[in-house]
């Protein structure tokens, strides 16, 4: 009898420390948005090509917007990441240098300058963010933003991001080349039901406890 207890007992607390959170499920990238200027400009203007969800402001700056994201039934949002892509073709000179200032505000307050630069006059290399106020950012392009979210929201408010060009150096782009900045999003979210095989070892514990239970009364 001693024997059966403690396998019963060491069965439960097998369960009780197998972790129970769900594998985090991830829904991929979503385009916001994007701009790219006209041929032969560094800058944004109303002649620019907008990617659906994007609106020229004036001034330079294009504003992207992304919708308002659900989390599945059931589910809670952990984790929402911004990814902020710049680029640059055809270079004017080996010292061209376009620098996109992102800004956030809201939820997703944030401003970053970030930098694609070129070194032999022929390409922009991999962008870089020079300077600014956001968070967990990455070295090369995209950038990665990190946004903070409440504990086990369900959706995700829809938020605006602003995008312009506020430096260019060494010339910019040739007249064949051209700047553009794209937005996306990634949300993750989890299931806060346990996992089936954390489930499957309570279950046989408990039948167990009942079934010696049971061998005990009949004593």
Do not use: H
Not at 85 to 96: E, F, I, Q, W
Not at 177 to 197: D, F, I, K, R
Request: aromatic share 10%; net charge negative.
């Amino acid at each position: 009898m001693k024997k059966c207890l403690v396998v019963l007992t060491g069965i439960m607390l097998v369960a009780l420390f197998v972790p129970t959170a769900s594998a985090s499920l991830l829904t991929g990238y979503s385009n916001c948005g994007g701009v790219g200027s006209v041929p032969g400009t560094s800058v944004f203007n109303s002649s620019s090509t907008l990617v659906p969800t994007s609106s020229y402001l004036g001034g330079g700056v294009v504003q992207i917007t992304c919708g308002t994201f659900a989390a599945p039934l059931g589910d809670y949002i952990t984790q929402v990441d911004l990814y902020l892509k710049d680029d640059a073709s055809a270079p004017s000179s080996s010292t061209s240098m376009i620098t996109d200032n992102w800004v956030g505000t809201g939820t997703t307050a944030f401003n970053l300058y970030i930098t694609t630069a070129s070194t032999d006059g022929i390409n922009f290399g991999e962008c870089y963010q020079s300077n600014g106020t956001g968070t967990q950012t990455g070295g090369a392009c995209p950038i990665y933003e990190y946004i903070s979210t409440p504990t086990d929201p369900t959706s995700f408010a829809a938020f605006n991001v602003d995008v312009s060009v506020s430096n260019v150096a060494g010339g910019g782009v040739a007249g064949n080349g051209n700047t553009t900045a794209n937005l996306y999003v990634q949300y993750e979210y989890n299931s806060a039901a346990p996992e089936p095989a954390t489930l499957g070892l309570m279950g046989g514990a408990l039948l167990g406890f009942g079934l010696f239970a049971r061998k005990i009364s009949r004593r």
